[in-house]
Every structure is written in C-alpha cells, then in structure tokens.
C-alpha cells in the first residue's frame, strides 16, 4: 500500500497513479460502510438527467472550425483517425482520414487532432477553433504531462501545434455535435495505411454534412 501511494508515475488518462489508487481505496471504504450501516441500501437520491437539443455550430466569421475524431476495432485494435476544417458558412475547406494501423483509442483521437491542426496551418487558416469529443484527449492536451506518459511524444507535438503564432482553441464537445469527423474517422478503416487528405467531401458524407449545415438537433440526457 505505501508503494502505491507513493508511486507518481501517469497512467494511461494522465493522472497520477497514487491519486487514482487512493481515490479507489476511499470508495472501497464508502462501499463497505454502506453494506454494513445501511444493509446495502443506496442513497435515495439519485442525479436528475434532463432531456437537451444539441447540434454543430458554425464557426463566427473569420474563424475556422476543425473536427476531428479518432476510432478503434475491437477486437484487433485497428485505430483511424479523421476529421474536417469548414468555415464560418459550413463550407468544406479540407478533410482527412488516416488508417493508423493498431493502437489504442486515445492514439487515434491524439493523432486526429495533430493532422488537423497540422492540416489547417498547411491551409493557411490563422484562427482556428478544434473540436474533439474525447473529454480524456483535450485533458491531455491542455494540461501539463509528465515525460513517462506513454503517448508524450504525440501530446507535445499537438501542444507544440497548438502554440504556433496563431489562433487556436481547443475544446470538448458532445459526440452527437461530432458526426461528420466520427464518419471521416470511421472511413479511415477502409483506406490504405497512412493519411489521404480530401480537398472535397467524399460522398458518404454528404448528409452528416447537410445535417449540420442547417443545425438538425439531436436529443442528449445530461446531468440536470
């Protein structure tokens, strides 16, 4: 138990592991003490979901939007990337979908974002917005990482993307906001190994598109 608690070393999420051991123990405790005060009962509160409408947003005028989405076969483990860059009218400035081999899910979704990143610049946009819908990938983007993570070659070079002489944010968004990258990525299963750049829209893409075009909603539960 003392070598866990510890041991700093980040685990494949990038937190520390003596954190995610001790925060493991105390709901261990919690479990038990609920099984043995409580004959097991749960708590009769329980978190309220409410029903919300969501859809992709246009980029303000004079930025460009960039989505990109990274994907994984089980059971073999085939990871693709993918993504797009439209502008403030929705218009298709590049795509890209890459067959990257085997890996994990969290490589595809790093690697979506650096090739569109490393895309937009070669394009010549200067004030990006990037849309990822991997909670864990924009953690390890945003925050600082320790030199043992397995992927930190792929973190910095997507932190050194992000920090050239340019406008660029990056955010977390909902994945039914995500459906056209989550279709370029899927694409990427059936290409030949590596990166094919698509300076028009494939046709298989064509109604995840349209729908955000005109903002078509989908509905998502969330937390109330």
């Not at 993570?149 to 906001?177: F, Q, S």
Request: aromatic content about 8%; glycine content about 8%.
């Amino acid at each position: 138990m003392a070598i866990n608690l510890r041991t700093q070393c980040s685990t494949i999420h990038g937190l520390p592991w003596n954190l995610i051991f001790a925060s493991s123990l105390w709901y261990c405790w919690k479990g038990r003490n609920n099984l043995v005060f409580n004959d097991g009962q749960q708590s009769p509160v329980s978190p309220q979901k409410q029903i919300i409408s969501i859809h992709w947003i246009h980029p303000p005028i004079g930025r460009y939007k960039i989505n990109t989405d990274g994907s994984c076969k089980d059971p073999f483990r085939h990871i693709s990337a993918g993504g797009l860059i439209r502008n403030s009218e929705g218009d298709w400035i590049k795509g890209f979908a890459a067959n990257l081999g085997r890996g994990t899910i969290m490589e595809a979704e790093l690697w979506g974002v650096f090739m569109g990143l490393s895309i937009a610049w070669d394009e010549g946009c200067r004030d990006v917005i990037l849309e990822c819908d991997s909670w864990d990938a924009v953690i390890l983007i945003q925050k600082p990482i320790l030199d043992s993570h397995p992927l930190y070659n792929l973190i910095i070079d997507c932190k050194e993307a992000i920090g050239k002489n340019w406008r660029c944010e990056v955010t977390h968004i909902y994945r039914e906001m995500n459906a056209s990258a989550d279709h370029m990525a899927d694409l990427g299963h059936g290409l030949s190994l590596g990166l094919h750049v698509f300076v028009s829209p494939p046709t298989t893409v064509s109604n995840c598109l349209g729908s955000d075009s005109i903002g078509r909603a989908l509905p998502r539960a969330v937390l109330a």
